[in-house]
T-cell receptor
């Protein structure tokens, strides 16, 4: 009964370092999403996927890349981290109705 | 394109008082509407949803929301709040292509 699982939960990066956030869902959902949450700004969509092998840009895609090689996994990559990417990142998945969210990854870039 | 406006960023209220969290949306296509709740250091959880049918939808913990197509609103209400309702609430709209757009959130603080 895992739902949506994000790893890691916390991470501190130095400016210029790279990292990958992993999202895994066990509900056989077609749609998967990456959001970032910043104080007072709600959730902003970074990238999303409508099925295995597909990706699309969301509202704030710059500085991020994604891949969906397997239906159950959606990876978010930061090639060269910047302090502006300090945020809480949420992955979500959905079928045709509501989204199911992971617990979030708190990323700090120093 | 679709957008969501939550009209109040913070709503303080005393315990057992009624509350309304306001949400307006815009979309060029038919939409599904949702309210999510986020407790500190957690992800978002679905509170209630409108997909079709009755315009009044209810949650298991006493919240309700009414879809008003003419006013493009989906306000959330509860007749009597508890301390445990303190959280951040997000209104969301989902249209074509499966994308959901979220409002900026309303922080509900219930005071004893």
């Amino acid at each position: 009964n895992a739902g949506v699982t994000q790893t890691p939960k916390f991470r501190v990066l130095k400016t210029g370092q790279s990292m990958t956030l992993l999202c895994a869902q066990d509900m056989n959902h077609e749609y998967m999403y990456w959001y970032r949450q910043d104080p007072g700004m709600g959730l902003r969509l970074i990238h999303y996927s409508v099925g295995e092998g597909t990706t699309a840009k969301g509202e704030v895609p710059d500085g991020y890349n994604v891949s969906r090689l397997k239906k159950q996994n959606f990876l978010l990559g930061l090639e060269s981290a910047a302090p502006s990417q300090t945020s809480v990142y949420f992955c979500a998945s959905s079928s045709t109705s509501e989204a199911f969210f992971g617990q979030g990854t708190r990323l700090t870039v120093v | 394109a679709q957008s969501v406006t939550q009209l109040d960023s913070q709503v303080p209220v005393f315990e057992e008082a009624p509350v309304e969290l306001r949400c307006n949306y815009s979309s060029s296509v038919s939409v599904y509407l949702f309210w999510y709740v986020q407790y500190p250091n957690q992800g978002l959880q679905l509170l209630l949803k409108y997909l079709s049918g009755s315009t009044l939808v209810e949650s298991i913990n006493g919240f309700e929301a009414e879809f008003n197509k003419s006013q493009t609103s989906f306000h959330l209400r509860k007749p009597s709040v508890h301390i445990s309702d303190t959280a951040e609430y997000f209104c969301a709209v989902r249209g074509n292509a499966g994308k959901s757009t979220f409002g900026d959130g309303t922080t509900l603080t219930v005071k004893p």
